[in-house]
Structures are given as C-alpha cells and as structure tokens.
C-alpha cells in the first residue's frame, strides 16, 4: 500500500516537473523570433486615425464697395423751366480717392419762354418733353473729413468731384451728354449716406431751330446705402 | 394691465440695453500695434492703438481699410497693411483677398464700359465677356450711337483670342457680328417732312436694321 502510494506522489511530480518544462502559451506570447532580412521588407503598422479632419472654411470679412440709393432733386433744363427730378445712383468705391458711378434721371420739363408768349402750338410733345438721362463715370474724393455736430458727435464726410458722360433723351432724340459737378457725402451710419450733389448736364440741342450747346443745372438730395 | 406695460417695457429696455451678438470676425494682432482711425482714409486722425497679442473683431472692410472693434468697444479704422499679419483663432493668416496679376489671367468673367467714336458719332458701349480658357472668351456687347444727325444702336456677340494671355499688355482679336438699329432726329425729320412731304423723307423718319457697315456708311452720309 505504501509503495502504491509512494509511486503514485512520484508520477504526479514527473509529470508535474514535465509539464512545467514545456513552454507555457500564456506566459510567452512573444513570438519567434523571424529572420533579419523578412523583418526588414515589412514596414512598420500605421495606426489609420477613424476620425475625418473638419475642412475649416475661414470666415470671410464683410466687404462694402457698392453704394447704391436714390435721388430727388430739382433740373433746369435750359429754356424749359426748373422741375422736380427723380433719380438714382450706383457707386463702386476702387480706393479711398476714386469711385466709379453710374446715374439716371427723368424729369418733365416745363414750357418754354416762346411757347408761353406766342401762345402757339407747342414746340414738344408730351413725350417729347421728358428729360432722361443715364450717365457713367469717376468721381474724385477731393475732401475727405468730419462734420461736427455739437461737441459730441462727428460724421464721417468727403466732398467729391465728379466727370461722366452718358445721353440725354430730350426733345426728340438721344444726345450725347458730358456730366461734370461737384457733391457733398456724408456718413450717418456707417452704412447709410446723404448726398448733396451739384451737376451740370452738357450737350448739344437744337430744339429751338439752332444747334447750341445746353446746359442742365441740377440740384439733388441722395440717400444711399453701402453694401 | 399696468404690470403688463412695465413688463413689456422693462423687456424693450434689455433688448435696447443687451449688447450687440458676437459681430464680426475676431483676429489678434500679430503687428507690434496697429491704430485705429476715425474714418477709412489716411487724413483721419488716430484716435486708439490696440497691441500685439489683443484681439479685436473686424466688422467689416471697405476698399483698403478694416472697421475693427477691440475688446472695450472701441472702433475705428485700419488700413489693410496692418492687416496682413493678423491670425484668425485657429492660427491662419487673415484672408485678405487682394487681386494679383495671375488671378486676372485667370479670370473667367468680365465686364466693362467704353466710350468712342464710330464714325464721327459718339458711341457709348457696355460689353460682358466670359473666358472659356485664358486665350479664348465670348463676349456680348450693346452699344449707344450718339451722332449729330441720327441715334442709334448695335449689339455684337462674338468671340475674343487673346495669343499671348500672360503679357502685361495683352493684344486680342475679336471677331463679332452685329446687329444695328437706328433712327435719324425725329424733329429734323419732322421739319424735312413739312419741307418737303415726300414719300423718301418719310420712309427715312422709321427706325431701321441694317448690318453695322451700312450703318456706318449711312452714318457718314448724313
């Protein structure tokens, strides 16, 4: 009984001692070691991140060039009394001296000093007698300042100096017309503007039998808005 | 009812009184300072100066000169060459787009207005073009003859080739058919009419279409 016992604890422990000699899968998990020249080919693994990059759209600063409003006045149109002008205007500001700009206007002139006095037909139809014009040109920012308003308040203001040419559609025909003059700007908001303007509209007419050359007073009162 | 008044003003005062949302684009200044005038011009007088390292906001820009707003509600304005380094708050340069010769050889639109002479009259001429490549563009254009005698006006479409795009001075040959429209004075030919009271002077009185050199020639004639 005892040997049985004594060649049982002894098999026990050799197959113990055996077991305990192989390698143990757990404790090694380093694999074996692979030639030099395979280890070289391979590169080592890239972690590829899962994460799309955010595309970042810079934010765009708000750009106001464009200058755009509207235009009441009064026209003298030469020989045809002084009468009420309806208007608008559209300005690209270049740089801080120049702007580009384009006008129109209409205006129905009155009767002429001969047409009152000779009490004859009319020399012009109704149609006829609508003053239109569109005009394109530069204008010059010749003064640039402030205008004070008490002692706390100050707007942003420029006299500026303009010269356009466009046509006139008076008495029966489109005519080629020259604008110079002169207006003042003023900044209310940083955004809205008041114009004063001054202009002369020169062309050549010949409504009154004999080609002479025109000139067309205007005076205007402008609200625009940058943009 | 009185309750609700005093709220309802009380409601118009925080939203008079609340302060302005998050206006603008905030930058922070990188120049060693940059100053802030009264209005976009270089007459008008500095009135603050911001650091390097502060952050302002720039509300908006008009031709070379950024309306900027600091941290203590200051505004003025800057000129674009202070502008050049200031960083957006991830880092980047401030885009300041500033047209350079290489984007106007690579512009696709364009639109311009031309003032001449088409024989002996005054012409007046919008035109639009749109670049196909940088040598060849079509182009619309719509002219206002003004002459002594006659009004008038044509329209051309047609194509521009521009051989040598990446000159400074870029010769092109256009080539463009035309349609044309014109009317001599109504009141001269009310006037020959009355003279006259012929059947060709009345005939001459109607707008008419012809191609651009008859026009030309008949321009002349007159």
């Given amino acids: 009984m005892e040997n049985r016992i004594r060649v049982l604890l002894l098999s026990a422990a050799l197959v113990m001692a055996g077991c305990s000699s192989l390698p143990w899968r757990d404790q090694d998990p380093e694999p074996a070691p692979e030639p030099a020249a395979a280890e ?37 149109v030469e020989d045809f009394e002084v009468n009420i002008l309806y208007g608008a205007r559209v300005a690209y500001h270049i740089n801080e001296d ?48 402030e ?48 114009h004063l303007d001054m202009r002369d509209h020169v062309h050549e007419i010949d409504v009154l039998g004999s080609n002479k050359t025109s000139h067309n007073y205007e005076a205007t009162l402008s609200l625009t808005a940058f943009f | 009812m009185a309750r609700l008044c005093a709220r309802a003003l009380l409601l ?43 952050r302002v906001r720039v509300l908006k820009r008009r031709t070379d000169w950024f309306h900027l707003r600091d941290a203590d509600g200051r505004e003025g304005w800057v000129h674009r060459s202070q502008m050049l380094e200031t960083l957006v708050p991830t880092g980047s340069r401030l885009e ?28 007046i001429t919008a035109y639009g073009a749109y670049a196909f490549n940088a040598h060849l563009s079509g182009e619309i254009a719509l002219a206002h003859i003004l002459g002594n005698f006659s009004d008038g006006q044509y329209a051309t479409i047609g194509v521009t080739h521009v051989p040598v795009p990446e000159w400074r001075g870029q010769p092109f040959l256009s080539m463009a ?3 044309s429209a014109s009317s001599p004075r109504a009141r001269r030919c009310r006037r020959l009419s009355a003279a006259t009271s012929s059947p060709t002077s009345a005939a001459a009185c109607a707008p008419t279409w012809r191609g651009v050199s008859s026009f030309a020639r008949n321009t002349k004639s007159t």
């Avoid at chain 1, 799309?52 to 003298?76: H, M, Y």
Wanted: net charge negative; proline share 5%.
């Fill in chain 1, 40 to 76: 070289a080919d391979e590169t080592p693994a890239v972690i590829e991140p899962q994460v799309e990059r955010r595309k970042v759209k810079p934010a765009k600063v708000d750009t106001e060039n464009w200058e755009i409003g509207a235009t009441v006045g009064s026209l003298s």
């Fill in chain 1, 98 to 145: 120049f702007f580009a700009e384009g006008t129109v206007g209409s205006s129905d002139a009155g009767l002429s000093s001969f047409e009152r006095l000779s009490g004859g037909a009319p020399l012009l139809t109704d149609n006829e007698r609508r003053f239109t014009y569109y005009s394109v040109g530069f204008g010059w920012n010749a003064l640039p300042g």
């Fill in chain 1, 147 to 194: 205008i004070f308003l008490g002692g706390r308040r100050a707007l942003n203001s420029t006299v500026y100096l303009t010269l356009s040419a466009g046509s006139t559609r008076f008495g029966g025909g489109d005519r080629f017309t020259v604008t110079g003059g002169a207006g003042l700007r003023v900044l209310v908001k940083d955004w809205l503007a008041v």
């Fill in chain 2, 12 to 54: 118009c005062l925080v939203l008079t009184a609340a302060p302005a949302a998050a206006e603008g684009l905030e930058v922070i200044v990188v120049e060693p300072y940059i100053e802030l005038r009264t209005g976009p011009g270089r007459g008008f007088p500095i009135v603050h100066v911001v650091e390097r390292g502060e």
């Fill in chain 2, 96 to 123: 300041v787009d500033d047209p350079a010769r290489e984007d106007f050889v690579a512009h696709r639109r364009e639109a311009g207005l031309m003032l001449g002479d088409f024989g002996g009259a005054n012409v």
């Fill in chain 2, 177 to 179: 058919p035309a349609r």
